[in-house]
């Protein structure tokens, strides 16, 4: 069993690394890197003013810990033909799943321990913790994680207790995080241990498998996985649902306006839910960003690098009709085909600027930086569009 798993995890691997690939291109690294020094920088200036003995950062700190446990699922790679094939292997499974829990150990423990590191400054400048009481920290993070893989483990055997897992398995991990910060970090450790071995006891040696609940808990999981590398591409297992959107009709005359070709852009934009769906991501993460960005420099830093990432996805468009032999055929030339495309490009364009820069007021309401923050990315959309993105139609 131990051997078969080992086959599936090499594929899964595979598997991942292949959208992984995808999803760390040029354009999401360099976003990355200045979402990372913005988000960074703004930490930094908020943990300056924080006092000690603040209630609100406790509760940020324990509903953060308690919950980040939950990120991470168990990965069993089981797959619907297992209960044909493998079930006289069924109570013999406990070493396949054992391997299972090993494996998505690795990263959920590296997600844990990342997770509580970004939080320790704003840990220390609240409750001013000593190096003693920053391992007792982390070791808790770590134990709480273990026991969280073990209850998911609990929840494939046939003979279990659904309701009291799930409530340990929520529970636990919040109730940890409320000793350790209300009470004292020694404390919150010796009752994570607690858990940690309660949990570990129960887990029997011998006992069978529900195929049923454990192929349905991997399938829900991939799905997840594979909804995640869909915000980035095109991922065949995830399939749009075909509805009609009454309010698209008159963003589409908007876009429409024009030729023939104008009007095939506008609809192909709107109708490709993978192409329009990352644009109103991207545009939405952005304005996250401008949002609590205060410096004024970073912040239109910022806004110019998000067009720019946004804009050049709309690259694909000017493609999406060179299979249809039907196109090659229209009275019009060339030149109409890519003023068209430009043109649509320029309105998308238009939208995104006026988005980021009313995202770029912020808390403060800054009006000067959001009329400069317009000016520079209506400049920046239209030379993208009728530069850049005009070459792209040969």
Known sequence: MGDLFEQRRRRHFVLLMKYWRLVFNDHFIIALFFLFGALAYTYAQMIAHVSPGQWWAKLFLTLWLGLIVHVGRL???????????????TSSMINYFRRARYYSLIGGEAITILATVVVLPLAMATVKLTGFEVGEII??????????????????????????????????????????????????????IVMSIGHFAHLRVTEDADWAKAIRFERERMESVY???????????????VKRRAWANGLINWLAKGNAWTFLYARGLVRNVELSGLIARLTALMMVVLFFVPLAWLNTALLVIGLYLIITQLTPLADHFEAKVFTHVYPFPPKERQAAFVKVATKVAVVVAVLLAVASLGVRLDWQRAGINLVVALIEGCLLTRYYLKTRIH
């Open 227 to 241: 909804r995640f590398f869909n915000l980035f591409t095109d991922v065949p297992q995830v399939q749009g649902k």
């Open 75 to 89: 990965a069993t790679l089981v797959e619907p033909a297992d209960p044909v094939f493998l079930l006289p292997q």
């Open 139 to 192: 070791a808790s993070m770590v134990l709480l994680k273990f026991a969280h893989l073990i209850l998911a483990q609990r929840h494939l055997s046939l003979v279990t207790n659904l309701t009291m897992l799930n409530v340990a398995g929520f529970g636990e991990p919040l109730v940890a995080q409320v000793i350790t910060w209300w009470v004292s970090p020694t404390w919150g450790f010796v009752a994570t």
